[in-house]
């Protein structure tokens, strides 16, 4: 079945910075990244002219989380290239995306990367990344994190969920066929735009192999309060059954599947494909303080940040762009969230992968 196409952002955070805000569990998975991206800089093939070095950043939302990454890359290219060589970072992002939010991060947080007049230029790029965003073989270093997962389109409803984890049979079978199809999109098109010797690393969450993650708990709970609000009349239940996220988590076997025939795909070969657990630090603190309002409010912001807009983009008068209906939808949902998670503390242990290419050359 193909849903049909609403207009409204898909995959896009809640914006004035909300995700920003309430997005630590990212950017502490994509710190599990670090010595991998480290490695990928040493390694990427750099000319000896003096030409500025590229680097893209692929689904970077409002900014925040890409400066540790970014700060990163720019130390040891920097150690390799001497001070005035000039740098451009490229931040990709659908044209929905918060970039008035983003531009305000990488003028004025404390931890921007570009500082001092060090010749290092951030640029925005308002286009999704299942087109080509950049010119072909430009890119010396590609990152992307968190943004993978998220789908070109969704492929089918899920009875009775939201979260494609769920899904079974057709359903299921829709999603894992979007997936494949879209990861060897995604993965040629940054092949196009890389250069020989260029490095990319990608972190997703995942799950492990016959496994699911603690996040699946959560996700549960946030569809017994939309179950809530449709019977409530919050929503409606056509509504409702129109709320389906479009994320799919790649097990380890679906990520090296375009590199099963030959070690290759589009001129990639893979340099590592890790999976590390990303233990949920608000439970953590939870074990030790047992403030069950704490843990509950960590986590309905963080699901609002991130699913919220989809899901408001089922709402028939969000369609019809009423504002005001897409907030109602959001405080209610963060509302029964945050009560349910009080009754039933949840931890929401999760996996991630970070696999590096390399692009021949
Ligand atoms: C969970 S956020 C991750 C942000 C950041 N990289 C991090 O690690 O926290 C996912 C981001 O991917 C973006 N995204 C999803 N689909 C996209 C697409 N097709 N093209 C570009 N960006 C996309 C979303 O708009 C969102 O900003």
């Not at 950017?27 to 002219?49: I, N, S, W, Y």
């Not at 968190?146 to 089918?156: G, I, K, Y």
């Not at 991130?306 to 959001?330: C, I, K, N, T, W």
């Amino acid at each position: 079945m193909v849903i049909e196409e609403t207009g409204l952002p898909h995959g896009v955070m809640e914006g004035k910075g909300a995700y920003n805000r309430h997005a630590a569990i990212p950017a502490r998975g994509a710190a599990l990244a670090t010595p991998f991206l480290e490695q990928a800089v040493r390694k990427v093939a750099l000319d000896p002219v003096d030409q500025p070095v590229v680097i893209a950043d692929y689904g970077s939302s409002q900014g925040k989380n890409s400066l540790a990454p970014m700060q990163i890359a720019i130390r040891n290219l920097r150690e390799r290239t001497g001070p005035s060589r000039p740098i451009f970072v490229f931040h990709v992002d659908q044209p929905s995306n918060d970039f008035n939010s983003l531009c305000g991060v990488l003028s004025s947080d404390p931890d921007r990367y570009a500082v001092n007049g060090a010749p290092v230029f951030p640029c925005l790029v308002g286009r999704s990344f299942y087109e080509q965003v950049l010119p072909r073989g430009s890119v010396h270093l590609g990152w992307s994190s968190f943004a993978a997962q998220w789908l070109h389109r969704v492929p089918s409803l899920v009875p009775d969920h939201f979260f494609p984890l769920f899904s079974t049979g057709a359903a299921r079978a829709a999603f894992e066929r979007q997936a494949a199809e879209d990861w060897k999109a995604f993965l040629s098109l940054r092949a196009y735009e890389m250069r020989p010797g260029a490095r990319l690393v990608i972190v997703m969450p995942t799950l492990p192999d016959g496994g699911i993650s603690g996040f699946a708990e959560l996700m549960n709970h946030a569809n017994a309060v939309l179950r809530e609000m449709a019977d409530e009349g919050a929503i409606t239940g056509e509504e409702r059954a129109r709320m389906v996220l479009g994320v799919y988590a790649r097990r380890k076997e679906e990520l090296l599947a375009p590199f099963a025939s030959d070690g290759e795909f589009e001129g990639l070969a893979v340099e590592a494909c890790d999976l590390s657990e990303l233990p949920d630090r608000d439970w953590a603190d939870y074990q030790s303080d047992r403030d069950k309002e704490a843990l509950a409010t960590k986590h309905a912001l963080f699901i609002r940040a991130v699913f919220m807009p989809s899901l408001a983009s089922a709402l028939s008068r969000a369609q019809d762009g009423d504002g005001e209906a897409q907030r109602s939808f959001a405080d209610r949902l963060e509302d029964g969230l945050v009560r349910r998670l009080i009754i039933h503390p949840t931890g929401a242990d999760m996996f991630v992968h970070t696999i590096v290419l390399a692009k021949a050359g």
